[in-house]
């Protein structure tokens, strides 16, 4: 049996989310670099948007398919990722840093007895073998390690690793039905923010802290989001305090966040926040302290009242949106 890297997808109500794609075209370019093949495996029920993993280079996809396994279920969804990877010769699986991720690969992990390494920022091949880089130390460092098991499993940060389109081709498309899956947890329900961005997966997002001085002066970000196409974010501060719900928390117990933007309003820049957004390829700070550590990761800054400087950005990108 061929050695394969597999590609863990993960599906949100039948569609697969923007980071198995990411996944998917990691699991290929390594595949290439180390000689072997790549498939992807997803499991659910009615799945809608197959086609697109052929921009990266995906030719085989298993859907290992149940009515009830459309929603997550950490005891069922092991069980048959773990089963398959045994049965299929899968030596590295590729699976999403996302909450379900999160949880999900390392109960694969046990199953299969494999190393795991989690919330990797970069994966490549040195001397044939994969060398993954991560942050240490609440993200104040990064350290390249290896893992030495013979069956390796990595969790990639969304939006860190951008999908890599190649020739498309057809994926061949095999469903397996689950017998009898193991049900003994699972989710019974998602209860979904109507029009609001996820920040774990949001290009931009906008975040506020408690220099907002209170949940009534929000409406700033969420006017400026807005004009963006931002996600709303906020500090642990703003959330323990009420003033946000905790799905839009940003930091070390919130998520964490790489968007192409991220503007920090009003936020002081503790280390618990910054472990959460510095791998943003922007940052953008606002607030009165000069001093204030979130200066010191920004790329553009601004020293000023947050409730003068957030009307006018808005009215100006307003401008030059029209």
């Known amino acids: 049996m061929a050695e394969k890297i597999l590609a863990v997808l993960e599906q949100r109500e039948g569609s697969l989310k923007k980071v198995s794609f990411e996944a998917a ?6 595949a290439n670099q180390l000689g072997l093949s790549a498939e992807a495996l997803v499991v659910g029920s009615e799945i809608n948007n197959f086609s697109e993993l052929s921009k990266f280079g995906i030719s085989k996809l298993t859907h290992l398919r149940h009515e009830q396994l459309n929603n997550y279920s950490p005891t069922a969804y092991s069980d048959v990722i773990a089963s398959y990877a045994n ?7 590729i699976f999403p840093n996302t909450a379900m991720g999160v949880d ?12 795991i390494m989690m919330d990797c920022m970069k994966l490549e091949v040195k001397d044939n073998d994969i060398v993954a880089t991560r942050p240490v130390y609440a993200g104040k460092a990064l350290i390249d390690l290896k893992l030495k098991s013979e069956i390796k499993i990595f969790t990639i940060r969304p939006n860190v690793f ?9 994926v061949d498309i095999e469903v397996r039905t689950v017998e009898n899956p193991n049900l003994k947890t699972r989710v019974t329900a998602f209860k979904k923010s109507e029009g609001k961005l996820d920040v774990a997966e949001a290009d931009i997002i906008v975040s506020g802290g408690r220099g907002m001085k209170g949940p009534e002066n ?10 963006l196409g931002a996600a709303v974010g906020a500090s642990r501060a703003v959330v323990d305090a009420g003033w946000r719900q905790h ?7 919130g998520k964490t966040v790489s968007p192409s933007l991220y503007i920090a309003c009003g936020i002081s820049g503790a280390i618990q926040h910054l472990a959460g957004m510095s791998s943003s390829k922007y940052i953008v700070a606002i607030n009165k302290d000069k001093d204030a550590p979130i ?26 949106k029209s």
Do not use: M
């Not at 999900?104 to 190393?115: E, M």
């Not at 799905?247 to 117990?253: D, F, N, P």
């Open 25 to 30: 075209s990691v699991a290929v370019n390594i």
């Open 87 to 93: 049965e299929n010769g899968a030596k590295v699986l």
């Open 104 to 115: 999900l690969a390392p109960r694969v992990a046990v199953k299969l007895n494999s190393g």
């Open 162 to 170: 951008k999908p890599q389109t190649v020739n498309s081709t057809s």
């Open 218 to 227: 929000f409406h700033l970000i969420e006017e400026l989001a807005e004009v």
């Open 247 to 253: 799905r839009e928390q940003v930091g070390q117990t």
């Open 295 to 320: 200066f010191n990761v920004a790329d553009y800054g601004i020293a000023g009242d947050v409730f003068e400087i957030l009307p006018a950005l808005t009215d100006e990108i307003k401008k030059l």
